[in-house]
């Protein structure tokens, strides 16, 4: 089992910057981690993409983020970040945090951006 920690989230106004951080733990299972990333999902919306990074370091962006958002992993800590910049009022959502291991999906219990005008 994997347990993700999150935190960063808030009240930000409109071209504000804020870092998530989630942190990854186990129990009673190795660590084999394919990709650790960032998903969104607003009010009356699905849960989207927002950015991941695969185990070899690639990434991957939703158009709306690109340029804005950066993801970076510290894997001494099995930790992975979300620096946002530029924030909009339509990146208010809630954010998990999810990581790929063994191929299995696991999920934080997410945290609120909320970005006002």
């Known amino acids: 089992q994997v347990q993700l920690v999150e935190s960063g989230g808030g009240l930000v106004q409109a071209g504000g910057s804020l870092r998530l951080s989630c942190a990854a733990s186990r129990s009673g299972s190795i660590f084999s981690i394919n990709a650790m990333g960032w998903y969104r999902q607003a009010p009356g919306k699905q849960r989207e993409l927002v950015a991941n990074?695969?185990?070899?370091?690639?990434?991957n962006y939703a158009d709306s983020v690109k340029g804005r958002f950066t993801i970076s992993r510290d894997n001494a800590k099995n930790t992975v970040y979300l620096q946002m910049n530029s924030l909009k009022l339509e990146d208010t959502a809630v954010y998990y945090c999810n990581v790929l291991n063994n191929w299995r999906n696991f999920w934080g219990q997410g945290t609120q951006v909320t970005v006002s005008s």
């Open positions: 990074i695969m185990s070899g370091g690639s990434t």
